[in-house]
C-alpha cells in the first residue's frame, strides 16, 4: 500500500525530463520438480527530454520482492542444558524474497527520508506493526541474517552496470526455494537522493508439470495424497528389500 501511494506520488509529478524504459529477460519463472534457481536480468534505458544534467549524483535502484507473508520469529536459549524457546515476535509483513541491487551504496543515492516513504531497504521493508521498535528490531535482524544465509535477502551494493548515466543492466539470482506467487520488480530512479522516476513490473513465479499435480493434489485431496504418499513408501521398503535378498545370494 506504501509503495502504491509512492507510485501516485511520482505519477503526480510534472512531466520529468528523466524517465525508465525498462526489459526483462523472464516474464515468467517456472517452478518443476528438478528446479534448481534461476536469473533474471533487468536490463533498460533513461529517457531524456533535455541533456543529461551535471553535478547530480544519478542513483539506479533495482528491487525484487516475493510475496508478503506473516511470519513468527522465536529466539533460542539454552535451559538445564536443554534449548528451548523462550521469546517470540510475529512479524506482520515480511517478503518471502527481496533483492535490492543498486548502482551505488544504497545511502549514497537515497535519503533516509525517501526510504522511509518508499520502505526500499530491506531492514524497512520488514514491518512489525504495534511492537516496540527495541523488541521487534532484533528480531527483525535475526529473520534477515538466516534468510540472508538462505539467499533469500539479498542486498547488492553494486548490482547495477549503469553507461554513460544512460544504460543499466542488473541481474538478480532467484534460489531454488522459491515461495510461489507474483514477484515485484521494480526500479527507482534517483537524484541527490530523490527518487524522481519509478517502474514497476510483475513477474508471476509458479508451480508447473509435476509439482504443480502434485501441490493441488496435496490441497485439493489430501487423503488421496497421503494413500499415494503411503503406497510409494511401501513399494520403496519392499523394492530395496527385494534387492538386498537378491545380493545376499
Same mark, same amino acid.
Given at each position: ?12 509529478? !510534472? ?89 551505488? !551504496? ?115 485431496? !489430501? ?27
Amino acid at each position: 500500500m506504501i509503495r502504491l501511494v509512492a507510485l501516485l506520488l511520482v505519477m503526480a509529478l !510534472p512531466v520529468r525530463a528523466e524517465e525508465i524504459v525498462l526489459g526483462l529477460s523472464r516474464d515468467e519463472i517456472a517452478i518443476t520438480a528438478t528446479f534448481e534457481g534461476s536469473d533474471i536480468e533487468i536490463f533498460g534505458a533513461i529517457k531524456r527530454e533535455e541533456a543529461i544534467p551535471q553535478g547530480d549524483d544519478l542513483g539506479v535502484i533495482v528491487t525484487v520482492a516475493g510475496p508478503d507473508k506473516p511470519v513468527t520469529v522465536r529466539r533460542k536459549d539454552r535451559r538445564l542444558g536443554i534449548w528451548v524457546n523462550t521469546e517470540a515476535v510475529d512479524i506482520d509483513v515480511a517478503p518471502s524474497f527481496y533483492a535490492v541491487a543498486t548502482n551505488k !551504496p544504497l545511502p549514497e543515492i537515497l535519503t533516509v527520508q525517501e526510504d522511509i516513504n518508499t520502505r526500499i531497504s530491506t531492514r524497512r521493508a520488514i514491518r512489525s506493526v504495534g511492537r516496540s521498535a527495541f523488541g521487534s528490531d532484533r528480531f527483525s535482524d535475526a529473520l534477515i541474517r538466516i534468510r540472508a544465509g538462505e539467499g533469500l535477502y539479498q542486498t547488492l551494493p553494486e548490482g547495477v552496470w549503469v553507461k554513460d548515466d544512460t544504460l543499466f543492466r542488473a541481474r538478480i539470482s532467484l534460489p531454488a526455494n522459491l515461495t510461489e506467487g507474483d514477484y515485484r520488480a521494480e526500479i527507482y530512479l534517483t537524484r541527490n537522493g530523490q527518487i524522481i522516476d519509478l517502474y514497476s513490473a510483475t513477474i508471476p513465479v509458479k508451480k508447473v508439470g509435476l509439482e504443480r499435480w502434485l501441490y493441488n493434489l496435496a490441497h485439493d485431496n !489430501p487423503f488421496l495424497y497421503g494413500l499415494m504418499s503411503l503406497s510409494i513408501a511401501i513399494a520403496a521398503g519392499w523394492g530395496a528389500s527385494a534387492a538386498f535378498s537378491l545380493l545376499r545370494r
